[in-house]
């Protein structure tokens, strides 16, 4: 990559996605440039990459897994802090880059003014759902890590890495379509 800059591609799932940002932020970091290739869905993308028009492909666990189970695509890195449970033969970025953690999260969130009691109650279940035994094991199936978290966390999570998102985006010059 550092002998050809710029004329390597690497894919995500979209402009914006984690897997763009994930990608930006590694190649930043490492001193790389490659041509990012939005696809419309992950799928395309990981296609692309088996098929060899693709160099790099930066996608959630649940997007490349599968691909690499079957012996289309070799998963070079994962970009969470530790290594997967799921896929442990494969080393994390941060095992080369100290401090390197992306991951992507998922929540569940409602509109501004619902009821305060409502909310409560939605982030409860969630929790308790998340916490299923049975739910814990498909979840880490896919190579994800399940954690339920209490309301005020996740408003702090988000407090939080909003800033670090902002300057990603600012860093990678990326734009929105």
Known sequence: MKARPGKLSYGSGGVGTIGHLSGALFLARAGL??????????????????GGQL????GTPTD???HARSGKIT????????RLREI???????????????????????????PRDIVERLARE???IVAEPEVVARIEKI?????GIALEEFAELVRREHPFWVEVVKTAEIKAE
């Open 64 to 66: 490349i897994i599968p």
């Open 75 to 82: 998963i070079l890195a994962v970009s969470s802090e530790k």
């Open 33 to 50: 440039h490659m041509v990012h290739v939005p696809y419309k869905s992950s799928p395309q993308g990981v296609g692309d990459l088996a």
């Open 143 to 147: 190579g994800l890590v399940p954690s």
């Open 88 to 114: 442990p033969e494969v080393p994390a970025i941060a095992e080369t880059y100290p401090g390197f953690n992306l991951y992507s999260w998922n929540g569940v969130l409602a509109p501004a003014g619902t």
């Open 126 to 128: 969630v929790t308790r």
């Open 55 to 58: 160099q790099m492909y930066f």
